[in-house]
């Protein structure tokens, strides 16, 4: 079987993901459900057909699963959030069709990811500028202390979405250039090993801004994000886990003085460690969250059967379509279905990782290892916050949560993926004539 006869097979699980969730949801709650919703899963369905047969016409040796575990993830959210509220499921059916426009645009347009490695100064620029934008006044927006949103008349978005993918594609390109320099040129000092500043100078001040900048918008989950992703890179790079060791070190300094100097921060791990102590105050949303989950038992409610605002309309569960989607999630299909969605994110990582296996290039090899790993650290955060391993933050669980932002840039996300699959699986090919799967 070809990949893309396997990709069309694996949409198969979306097909009855969609038609059963939304049929279930209809059922449950026909009483306030217009029954003209339906056809948002049939226009999902559509959409996501469209796109498989515009990638087997230009990447017809990409990865076969990746877009199908994408779009299994996205069905999910669009069935949860078509119970949350419809008009919510047909802005993200919209935003759906907006992402795979860009998607399109992507592919198009790029032919080849490396060619981003000559502009690595420029796409650097473009993310800190992006995280920049929450701070200036007049289009900087505020949510629960943290400044994530651009208003610019009827456009709103989140950069940081947008920004992560820029520092990642820079921090590919130049450890690529400068990854053994980093080795061979390095000293050892008090028991230390010391890259030379001349070429680890430039990384630490675009990674430290990027920092910076999360720190001065208190965007914590993010932080993470783009923390993990520079460890991850370097170690790739250079093959020394002393500097992944040092990084953790100062991440935890880091960690404590932000924690004792930022209000907001520290607000967040007093929540996170006693969210009882104020349950109906500032630990409201988080014991919220632990109930609906223990609530939902192995197999859950059943789709639309939560119960998520009391009858004068105050929410049981905050932002159920944003930071809590998890909750819900797990509320109506169980700690089973819970667990199947974990086990999705973790099949796409697994494939990305294998992606940048077979990246015939260190850039791509770097850029797909980059990519995965600030999508699986997504996925960790929110999930980790919603369940109370970590402290919550208001990041979005990547293809599930409500948000235009979240959305688009995903899709890049996985264009760059697929077209660093479709790139490494040609080079195989022409190596060999016959090529596993």
């Not at 607000?267 to 006693?274: F, G, P």
């Not at 349950?279 to 969250?289: D, E, N, P």
């Not at 797909?368 to 369940?387: D, N, P, S």
């Not at 990547?398 to 899709?411: K, L």
Request: charged share 15%.
């Amino acid at each position: 079987m070809t990949a893309r006869n396997r990709e069309l097979l694996g949409l198969l699980p979306v097909s009855l993901l969609v038609t059963g969730g939304f049929t279930a949801v209809y059922i449950s709650r026909q009483s306030v459900l217009d029954s003209a919703t339906l056809t948002y899963g049939g226009v999902f369905l559509v959409l996501c057909l469209a796109m498989h047969l515009f990638i087997r016409r230009t990447l017809p040796d990409a990865d076969p699963y990746m877009f199908p575990l994408s779009a299994l993830l996205a069905a999910f959210g669009l069935v949860v959030i078509y119970r949350i509220d419809q008009d919510l499921a047909r802005q993200q059916a919209g935003w759906f069709l907006v992402g795979i426009a860009l998607f399109v645009v992507t592919v198009l347009w790029l032919r080849d990811v490396r060619v981003l490695e000559r502009y690595r100064y420029v796409i650097a620029a473009v993310g800190l500028g992006l995280l920049a934008l929450p701070r200036l006044p007049g289009i900087g927006s505020q949510v629960n202390g943290a400044y994530l949103g651009v208003d610019i008349g009827p456009i709103s978005f989140q950069p940081t979405e947008f920004s992560k993918l820029c520092i990642v594609v820079f921090l590919a390109s130049y450890l690529m250039e400068r990854g053994d320099v980093l080795v061979l040129g390095a000293r050892r000092v008090l028991g230390m090993t010391l890259p030379p500043l001349k070429h680890f100078g430039p990384l630490l001040v675009v990674w430290g801004a990027a920092m910076v900048m999360l720190i001065v918008i208190r965007d914590l989950g993010s932080s993470l994000m783009f923390f993990g992703a520079f460890l991850a890179l370097l170690y790739l790079a250079t093959g020394r886990l002393f500097f992944v060791l040092s990084g953790m070190t100062l991440f935890v300094l880091g960690s404590w003085f932000t924690a004792a100097t930022v209000g907001h921060v520290n607000e967040r791990i007093d929540i996170w460690l006693d969210p009882w102590k104020d349950a109906q105050g500032s630990g409201y949303q988080i014991a919220q969250s632990l109930f609906a989950q223990a609530d939902g038992g192995l197999f859950g409610r059943g789709f639309g059967e939560s119960l998520l605002e009391l009858p004068n309309g105050s929410a049981i569960i905050p932002a159920p379509h944003t930071d809590l989607i998890y909750a819900v999630i797990t509320n109506e299909v169980g700690l089973f279905g819970a667990a199947a969605v974990i086990v999705t994110y973790l099949l796409f990582a697994e494939r990305g990782f294998k992606t940048a296996e077979l990246a015939g290039d260190g850039f791509s090899k770097l850029l797909a290892a980059g990519l995965t790993t600030v999508f699986a650290l997504q996925a960790f955060v929110i999930v980790g916050g919603v369940t109370r391993v970590i402290p919550l933050t208001g990041v979005t669980l990547p293809f599930v949560s409500y948000g235009g932002s979240s959305i688009v840039a995903n899709f890049v996300l996985l264009a760059l993926l697929l077209m660093i699959s479709q790139g490494a699986r040609e080079q195989r090919r022409a190596r060999s004539p016959v090529v596993g799967s």
